[in-house]
């Protein structure tokens, strides 16, 4: 079974910058989008940001011009520079990996705690 570990979260000042990184314990094949969700406290899972196959990227409007996703080119490693961080962008932070085919999945990591303080 595949891991997703994420590293890079803690705790930081308003303004301040963190690199999140995710990596897969084995490579994962037919890799359509990776990307991370966060989920603030008392709220839903929320989109952050993907990159896809092709390189195209997304970002969610709250992050844009701030956070920034790569990926290595087996996509086996997923990474978020965080800079400007806002408290509002306070939550557990989760990587995502999804296989397109032969069947669709998605691989999601265990999380990690980013709280900007004000």
């Known amino acids: 079974q595949v891991q997703l570990v994420e590293s890079g979260g803690g705790l930081v000042q308003a303004g301040g910058s963190l690199r999140l990184s995710c990596v897969a314990s084995?490579?994962?094949?037919?890799?359509?989008?990776v990307g991370w969700y966060r989920q603030p406290p008392g709220k839903q899972r929320e989109l952050v940001a993907t990159i896809t196959s092709g390189s195209s990227t997304s970002y969610a409007d709250s992050v844009k011009g701030r956070f920034t996703i790569s990926s290595d080119n087996a996509q086996s490693t997923v990474y978020l520079q965080m800079n400007s961080l806002k408290p509002e962008d306070s939550g557990v932070y989760y990587c995502?990996?999804?296989?397109?085919?032969?069947?669709?999945?998605?691989?999601w990591g265990q999380g990690t705690q980013v709280t900007v303080s004000s």
């Open positions: 084995r490579r994962i094949i037919n890799v359509v989008a």
């Open positions: 995502n990996i999804k296989r397109g085919w032969p069947t669709s999945y998605d691989y």
